[in-house]
């Protein structure tokens, strides 16, 4: 019976990453099962670590809303990987996930390219500010709460905007 990992519930796929990555560290050349949502974002985004690290897909089964993965690390595939990622959009949801990845990457020792282009490119600036939109937005503000409205996500205060005093 391979050793197994039930991340079903969790939508985060450098969590999934993670957590695949440090059980099979702990094997050498043996199965692992792994069980996911049926989702194409973490189905993606797992294929793309695979390729990167060595790691063979055995087989790949969807059933009931799940999907389950039968994986073998190779260790002899991995030296000399790299990965290159191009970043377009300036959402804090479309930063994370590729960001994430690329330090995962330059941890395990690959060579890491990042490529900003279009509305990206603010990212790079002193001024951005990191927003989530669409239904993650509530987020955002809870954020703002546990860090306080003089604060901004690189740590320096935000300018304060002072009211007159009312009489």
């Avoid at 959009?89 to 994370?96: A, I, K, V």
Wanted: hydrophobic content about 35%; some cysteine.
């Amino acid at each position: 019976m391979p050793q197994s990992l039930d991340v079903r519930g969790k939508t985060i796929t450098t969590y999934i990453v993670g957590r695949t990555a440090d059980a099979l560290e702990r094997m050498d050349g043996d199965v692992f099962e792994l069980r996911t949502d049926d989702a194409e974002f973490i189905d993606r985004d797992l294929r793309a670590w695979c390729r990167s690290t060595g790691t063979e897909i055995l087989s790949s089964v969807c059933d009931e809303g799940a999907v389950r993965y039968r994986l073998q690390r190779h260790r002899t595939a991995r030296p000399g990987f790299s990965l290159a990622l191009v970043i377009s959009r300036d959402g804090l949801e479309e930063l994370l996930s590729p960001l994430g990845f690329a330090l995962a990457a330059a941890l395990e020792g690959g060579r890491v390219s990042v490529y900003f282009q279009g509305p990206g490119v603010r990212a790079l600036t002193r001024r951005f500010t990191p927003t989530l939109t669409g239904w993650s937005r509530p987020f955002s503000a809870c954020a703002r709460r546990a860090y306080g409205p003089d604060t901004r996500w690189s740590g320096r205060p935000a300018r304060r905007v002072l009211a007159a005093p009312r009489e």
